[in-house]
């Protein structure tokens, strides 16, 4: 069975230019979490979709970042215009719906915005 | 509000000594623990959590409600155990977001 899937595993880019992330969670999982860990600081919470809809986004830093589940397969995270502490390593976790709390992660996207 | 403390950025320990993770944390109602592992070129992966009272991989973790505490534990390191470790906490039941640490990095050395 493939794990949760996350595209591209590095990105770099100028600051003002648009980056989409994707992620592919474990076939089956309602449920899927996008996380954040800027350098040297915590792996922070950003949204919670169940199925195609958001549950929980109160981690979303600001109105730069738009998530996308559509048909409640694979999402996507869009951050525009990106700026620089934007840069940091951006995760995608999946867990099936009676075991909301075991979160399955993707390898991570390392976003470089220069 | 929900907060997860590991006071150490790095633990350096020998091979064969015991090893002894700090995880503090702050939350108003039963909060359920885990921790994550990352090893060197993989994905973070759950090691264990508290309510399974399991040892995975020789380690062990006790929630201590008085002193908000829930410290990763092994009695002998060993080299594989290299490696990024996350304390983090949730609520119970329903969904309840998740909340990590800082992380601890492991060497432990030859």
């Known amino acids: 069975e493939a794990g949760v899937t996350q595209f591209p595993s590095h990105s770099v880019i100028e600051k003002g230019q648009t980056v989409t992330l994707r992620c592919d969670p474990i076939?089956?999982?309602?449920?899927l979490y996008w996380y954040r860990r800027v350098m040297g600081k915590e792996i922070k919470f950003l949204l919670h979709?169940?199925?195609?809809?958001?549950?929980?986004e109160s981690g979303m830093p600001n109105n730069r970042f738009l998530a996308e589940r559509t048909g409640g397969t694979y999402s996507t995270l869009k951050v525009q215009p990106a700026e620089l502490e934007d840069s940091g390593v951006y995760f995608c976790?999946?867990?099936?719906?009676?075991?909301?709390?075991?979160?399955?992660f993707g390898a991570g996207t390392r976003l470089s915005v220069l | 509000a929900q907060r997860v403390t590991q006071p150490e950025k790095l633990l350096s320990v020998f091979k064969g000594a015991p090893v002894e993770l700090k995880c503090n944390y702050s939350y108003s109602g039963s909060p359920e623990l885990f921790w994550y592992v990352q090893y060197s070129r993989q994905r973070l992966q759950l090691l264990l959590r508290h309510i399974s009272r399991e040892s995975i991989k020789g380690f062990t973790a006790d929630l201590n409600k008085g002193e908000t505490s829930f410290h990763l534990k092994k009695p002998f390191a060993q080299e594989e155990d290299s490696a990024m470790y996350y304390c983090?906490?949730?609520?119970?039941?329903?969904?309840?977001?998740?909340?990590f640490g800082t992380g601890t990095k492991l060497q432990v050395i030859p």
């Open positions: 983090a906490l949730s609520g119970r039941g329903g969904y309840q977001k998740v909340t």
């Open positions: 976790a999946s867990s099936q719906g009676h075991q909301k709390n075991i979160q399955y």
């Open positions: 979709f169940v199925k195609e809809s958001k549950q929980d």
């Open positions: 076939s089956g999982h309602d449920n």
